[in-house]
């Protein structure tokens, strides 16, 4: 069965979502890229990955990586 021409595949990562910080302990055993260390800063809770994806001035895709990277390290989960 094809998929329809403008079918988009389902992320966890939609810029609705709310990233927040839930083990800041985890941050230096994580040794994490300058990229998620950049993401991390900021991430507070309250604004949607959209904006911290806009507010990061990283390209996109590097800077979702670097949001993801946060949530496979258990630093930052979406909400």
């Known amino acids: 069965m094809a998929k329809t ?7 966890r990562l939609d810029d ?5 910080r839930i083990a800041d302990a985890n941050v230096r055993a994580a040794h994490l890229d300058m990229r998620a260390q950049w993401m991390l800063s900021f991430i507070d809770g ?15 895709e590097e800077a979702r990586q670097g ?3 946060l949530v496979i390290h258990g630093i930052v989960v979406l909400e």
């Open 5 to 11: 021409k403008g079918a988009r595949k389902s992320s």
């Open 16 to 20: 609705w979502c709310v990233p927040a």
């Open 46 to 60: 309250r604004l949607c990955l959209g904006d911290v994806l806009a507010m990061a001035g990283l390209p996109v």
């Open 67 to 69: 949001v993801s990277d």
